[in-house]
């Protein structure tokens, strides 16, 4: 994860909503609800060795730590797939 964003977060973040051209993207109607489907990928218990200090860290930040392993591995994939 190199690649440093070219993005100008903080004018981003000073902006309205009234500020931001939406006009490009249609709205979501009843139809599109009535057919969208939630897909959540289903869990698989792992035994992973991971270092004592990693987990420990991961283990302060509170309760979810394995989730948050999980988004960050999720972040990681993905980042990789986009690369191909």
């Known amino acids: 994860m190199n690649k440093k964003s ?19 993207i249609p709205e ?5 609800f009535e057919k969208a489907e939630l ?6 218990p792992v035994t992973l ?5 990693v987990l420990a860290w991961f283990k302060s930040q509170g309760k979810g730590y394995q989730t948050r392993i999980n988004k960050l591995l999720r972040e990681y994939m993905e980042s990789q797939s986009s690369r191909r």
Not at 6 to 24: F, G, M
Not at 39 to 44: L, T
């Open 6 to 24: 070219r993005t100008d977060w903080e004018r981003l973040a000073e902006l309205d909503d009234k500020s931001i051209d939406t006009s490009d």
């Open 28 to 32: 979501l109607d009843d139809a599109f």
């Open 39 to 44: 897909r959540v990928p289903a869990k698989q």
């Open 49 to 53: 060795r991971i270092d004592e200090d």
